[in-house]
Nanobody, 124 residues
Framework: QVQLSDSGGGLVQPGGSLRLSCVAS????????VGWFRQAPGTEREFVAA???????YYADSVKGRFTISRGNVKNTIYLQMDTLKPEDTAVYYC??????????????????WGQGTQVTVSS
């Protein structure tokens, strides 16, 4: 089974940047897609970005052009670079893994394992 550990959150001013990290361990030999989701208080978990084993990337419209998902040079590490942050980006961010089909990439119920979450707060 794959285990994920996410980190890198914090407090940042509007317009600032943060980079989140997701490190996979365990049974990582089988291919899987890694996604980032976020959840603000009182809201449902929403899709942010995903990267497939082919390195094709997918983004929510709300973050397109501001966030970048990528694979790190260190094996089994995925990054989410977040630039031009806005107060509405405030949430707990989670990385997750799926082996589902492309059409389900934005559906959190299709992900079989999750990181513990890291808080991102954008405030002046």
């Amino acid at each position: 089974q794959v285990q994920l550990s996410d980190s890198g959150g914090g407090l940042v001013q509007p317009g600032g940047s943060l980079r989140l990290s997701c490190v996979a361990s365990g049974s990582t030999s089988n291919p899987y897609t890694v996604g980032w989701f976020r959840q603000a208080p009182g809201t449902e978990r929403e899709f942010v970005a995903a990267i497939r084993t082919s390195s094709h990337t997918y983004y929510a419209d709300s973050v397109k052009g501001r966030f970048t998902i990528s694979r790190g040079n260190v094996k089994n590490t995925i990054y989410l670079q977040m630039d031009t942050l806005k107060p509405e980006d405030t949430a707990v961010y989670y990385c997750a893994a799926t082996r589902g089909v492309l059409s389900s990439i934005r559906d959190p119920t299709m992900y079989f394992t999750w990181g513990q979450g890291t808080q991102v707060t954008v405030s002046s």
